[in-house]
Every structure is written in structure tokens, then in C-alpha cells.
């Protein structure tokens, strides 16, 4: 008989299944579980976008739409880029609607990399990054980010892993799973040593870009113009409007590298969701207010939950961006899967061990506050209790 797992591709075999889904699934298979495990905002979308998608339909956009996507909405993405970031973009050639933002990473690696290019990934960071590159037989080179540092990227690290085989460097700020933020003014350091290696691409996540606690517009390497050209941004609308459910997302870049990831998609995908694309259209217009007030919630549940960290006694530097904490658990004599397996079973909270982003995130937990504020409250209840536990057996 034949064995079907020795046909499988080695560099997707060689892949572990995400670790966030593993938790998240075991969640899901238990009664009364509060999940603060997955990176998805618990608000509904507002009403004027969903309505937008509704309209389309009504209207008959049932269709497939063109390759990259349809020109009111890849206009308004470039014009909402241009107000909040003031960068220009030209929509005909530098603007790719994609089925979400991991969509985009998935295209950069598939259009840039050759077999056995380098690509520095820094680290802890999302699950996909690493994935994506392997996937295209590419070497991931990580860079660690330490506590001490605020997971912010030092430019002597970065200098460190430049090789002549690195082809991009993938950075996402603010981060996944440690809610980091890196300023225009910490940037700096970082666009001087890219300057020093013209040869580079960036790949630039903004996923989470309005979800900053510290400043309002967003910071992004490509609003250095000595880098705009070298810059892939991959965004989206799933984190900062609620709407993970639409899968829509963009790329925006310069035309000599969109083009080859709009041919990607052309085979694959042929074009993103026409409903959703009507939606965006409303969500990249008229929706700033609607954003600041999800950030403005996101922003109180952050004090609730470091309050509640710091009640159970772990140590967490301050997150100034995204929706997600990441305390420390070292000192209880376990690893980080097994504090979450175990905070799981008997407590029935699901977070997600620090591991599963990173060698580096060991000793630490991703502590999602896309929650309600009364689950927030009470799972940090039971964390006291659960630390409280296990400080007593350690006696």
C-alpha cells in the first residue's frame, strides 16, 4: 500500500501546525472556557461597512472582480494611506487587494525568494512569518528581541545577521505576540543600517498600525523616503476594524515587485471577495472615529489586564501597541506549553505559550485582550489563583 506521507512536500512536513490553533482548539472542545488565546477583536464590524457589503450584493457585484482588485476600492486604500501615513501610492500597479494580510506574506516570499535565500525574521513575532519563508524554500534568519529591550529591534542585531545571501528582512511593529512598538525616532537606527545594504527588501507588516497606545499616526519604515521603494507594506482591515470575518487585505509597494505577486494571485487566488471590497471601501473612508474608539476600549482593557498581571505576580513590560500582552512565567519550574496546558485544564483560561513565536518567547505567555472586559476580569482572577497554586508547590 502506498505510504501517502512520503509524498508529502519535506519543507511543509518539516512545519509544525501552529501552536495558537492547537490552544485554540482545545478551547473549543471545553465548556465554559474564556479564550484570551486568538488575535481576533471581539467587537462586531460597524454597522456602516457591513452595510456597504451588503449594498454590493444588493446591487449584483457577485462577480469576480479585476486581478488586483476593483479601482474605487484600491483608490481608497492608497488614499487612506496617503492621510495617515503620508506616503503616495498610485493605486494602477503599486496597490494588490489580497484575502488578507497573510495572504501578502505568503506572496513576497513566493515572488522574491530563490532556494536558499536568506530571510531575517525577528523574533518573537507571527507564527506565518517563518512559515511562509520555508514554504518558498527559503533559510529564515532570526533575530531575537529580548524583555529587557521592550522587543524592540536593535540595529547592531539586525547589522549582525545581514549575510550576502539575505534577500528581505520581514518587521512587524506593533508586534505580534508582544504588543512592542517601534517610534519614528527608533526607527532611525534601523533605516540607517538598510541604507547601508541597498540590496535589501523590506516586507513591512502593519496589520495592527491604528492599534498604537503612544502615537497616533502610524510609524513604518515606509515613510522614510529613502526606503519607499524598497518597501513591501502588507495591511489590512482585520485587526484595527474588526473585520477578520471579510478576509481583505492589501500590499502596496513598487510596481517592479507587486507586479510579480499580482501574478501569483492571478493563478491562485484570481481576486479577492468582491462584497469586501465594497466594505473596504467604507472602512478605509469613513470609519477613522469607529477606529479610535475600538482603540480607545482596547487601550482600558490593556490597564485591566497589566493590573491583572501584575496582582498574579508576573513580570510584563508595558505593551504599547496591538491587543496582546506577554508576560513572563519564568521561575515556576515549567515551560511556557506546559503553564498554558495546565492554566487550561484547570481553570479553563487558553492563552498561548511564548514558544510557539519564537525560541526566544520561551518563559513567556501571549495574553490575548480581544475580550470582553468581564472575561478580562475574571481570567485575570483565576491567573492569581492559578500563580498562587503553583507557588505553593514549588514550597
Given at each position: 500500500?502506498?505510504?501517502?506521507?512520503?509524498?508529502?512536500?519535506?519543507?511543509?512536513?518539516?512545519?509544525?501546525?501552529?501552536?495558537?490553533?492547537?490552544?485554540?482548539?482545545?478551547?473549543?472542545?471545553?465548556?465554559?472556557?474564556?479564550?484570551?488565546?486568538?488575535?481576533?477583536?471581539?467587537?462586531?464590524t460597524p454597522w456602516t461597512i457591513r452595510e456597504a457589503g451588503i449594498n454590493s450584493l444588493v446591487d449584483g457585484y457577485t462577480h469576480y472582480s479585476p486581478n488586483a482588485g476593483y479601482t474605487k476600492s484600491k483608490q481608497a486604500i492608497c488614499s487612506y494611506i496617503e492621510r495617515r501615513y503620508g506616503v503616495k501610492y498610485d493605486y494602477d500597479g503599486e496597490c494588490l487587494i489580497t484575502v488578507g494580510g497573510s495572504e501578502g506574506l505568503d506572496l513576497a516570499a513566493r515572488a522574491l525568494i530563490n532556494p536558499g535565500d536568506e530571510v531575517i525574521i525577528i523574533e518573537p513575532c507571527f507564527v506565518a512569518y517563518k512559515a511562509t519563508v520555508l514554504f518558498a524554500h527559503g533559510v529564515p534568519v532570526v533575530v531575537e528581541t529580548k524583555r529587557e529591550n521592550d522587543f524592540k529591534l536593535k540595529a547592531e542585531d539586525l547589522e549582525a545577521a545581514i549575510t550576502d545571501k539575505t534577500k528581505y528582512i520581514v518587521i512587524g511593529y506593533p508586534g505580534n505576540p508582544t504588543g512592542a512598538i517601534m517610534t519614528m525616532e527608533e526607527l532611525k537606527p534601523i533605516r540607517d543600517v538598510l541604507m547601508k545594504h541597498p540590496e535589501i527588501i523590506i516586507i513591512s507588516d502593519e496589520l495592527y498600525c491604528e492599534l498604537n497606545y503612544v502615537e497616533d499616526q502610524p510609524s513604518s519604515l515606509a515613510r522614510f523616503p529613502e526606503l519607499r521603494d524598497r518597501v513591501i507594506m502588507i495591511n489590512g482591515f482585520s485587526k484595527s476594524y474588526a473585520m477578520t470575518g471579510f478576509r481583505i487585505g492589501y500590499v502596496l509597494g513598487p510596481k517592479a515587485l507587486v507586479s510579480p505577486m499580482t501574478k501569483i494571485h492571478q493563478y491562485c487566488i484570481m481576486s479577492a471577495p468582491s462584497m469586501a471590497q465594497f466594505a473596504l471601501v467604507e472602512a478605509a473612508t469613513n470609519c477613522d472615529e469607529q477606529v479610535r474608539e475600538m482603540r480607545d476600549e482596547y487601550?482600558?482593557?490593556?490597564?485591566?489586564?497589566?493590573?491583572?498581571?501584575?496582582?498574579?505576580?508576573?513580570?510584563?513590560?508595558?505593551?504599547?501597541?496591538?491587543?496582546?500582552?506577554?508576560?513572563?512565567?519564568?521561575?515556576?519550574?515549567i515551560n511556557s506549553e506546559e503553564f498554558c496546558e495546565r492554566f487550561l485544564m484547570s481553570k479553563k483560561v487558553a492563552i498561548v505559550p511564548g514558544n510557539a513565536f519564537g525560541k526566544c518567547g520561551e518563559g513567556h505567555v501571549r495574553i490575548s485582550y480581544a475580550a470582553s472586559m468581564d472575561n478580562i476580569k475574571t481570567a485575570m482572577k483565576r491567573l492569581a489563583e492559578f500563580t498562587d497554586e503553583l507557588r505553593k508547590e514549588m514550597q
Amino acid at each position: 500500500m502506498i505510504n501517502l506521507e512520503d509524498k508529502i512536500s519535506s519543507c511543509v512536513a518539516n512545519v509544525p501546525p501552529s501552536a495558537i490553533r492547537k490552544f485554540f482548539d482545545l478551547a473549543s472542545e471545553m465548556e465554559g472556557v474564556i479564550s484570551l488565546s486568538i488575535g481576533e477583536p471581539d467587537f462586531v464590524t460597524p454597522w456602516t461597512i457591513r452595510e456597504a457589503g451588503i449594498n454590493s450584493l444588493v446591487d449584483g457585484y457577485t462577480h469576480y472582480s479585476p486581478n488586483a482588485g476593483y479601482t474605487k476600492s484600491k483608490q481608497a486604500i492608497c488614499s487612506y494611506i496617503e492621510r495617515r501615513y503620508g506616503v503616495k501610492y498610485d493605486y494602477d500597479g503599486e496597490c494588490l487587494i489580497t484575502v488578507g494580510g497573510s495572504e501578502g506574506l505568503d506572496l513576497a516570499a513566493r515572488a522574491l525568494i530563490n532556494p536558499g535565500d536568506e530571510v531575517i525574521i525577528i523574533e518573537p513575532c507571527f507564527v506565518a512569518y517563518k512559515a511562509t519563508v520555508l514554504f518558498a524554500h527559503g533559510v529564515p534568519v532570526v533575530v531575537e528581541t529580548k524583555r529587557e529591550n521592550d522587543f524592540k529591534l536593535k540595529a547592531e542585531d539586525l547589522e549582525a545577521a545581514i549575510t550576502d545571501k539575505t534577500k528581505y528582512i520581514v518587521i512587524g511593529y506593533p508586534g505580534n505576540p508582544t504588543g512592542a512598538i517601534m517610534t519614528m525616532e527608533e526607527l532611525k537606527p534601523i533605516r540607517d543600517v538598510l541604507m547601508k545594504h541597498p540590496e535589501i527588501i523590506i516586507i513591512s507588516d502593519e496589520l495592527y498600525c491604528e492599534l498604537n497606545y503612544v502615537e497616533d499616526q502610524p510609524s513604518s519604515l515606509a515613510r522614510f523616503p529613502e526606503l519607499r521603494d524598497r518597501v513591501i507594506m502588507i495591511n489590512g482591515f482585520s485587526k484595527s476594524y474588526a473585520m477578520t470575518g471579510f478576509r481583505i487585505g492589501y500590499v502596496l509597494g513598487p510596481k517592479a515587485l507587486v507586479s510579480p505577486m499580482t501574478k501569483i494571485h492571478q493563478y491562485c487566488i484570481m481576486s479577492a471577495p468582491s462584497m469586501a471590497q465594497f466594505a473596504l471601501v467604507e472602512a478605509a473612508t469613513n470609519c477613522d472615529e469607529q477606529v479610535r474608539e475600538m482603540r480607545d476600549e482596547y487601550n482600558h482593557r490593556r490597564n485591566v489586564i497589566i493590573k491583572g498581571l501584575k496582582d498574579a505576580g508576573l513580570d510584563c513590560f508595558t505593551p504599547a501597541g496591538a491587543f496582546y500582552a506577554f508576560p513572563s512565567i519564568e521561575g515556576f519550574g515549567i515551560n511556557s506549553e506546559e503553564f498554558c496546558e495546565r492554566f487550561l485544564m484547570s481553570k479553563k483560561v487558553a492563552i498561548v505559550p511564548g514558544n510557539a513565536f519564537g525560541k526566544c518567547g520561551e518563559g513567556h505567555v501571549r495574553i490575548s485582550y480581544a475580550a470582553s472586559m468581564d472575561n478580562i476580569k475574571t481570567a485575570m482572577k483565576r491567573l492569581a489563583e492559578f500563580t498562587d497554586e503553583l507557588r505553593k508547590e514549588m514550597q
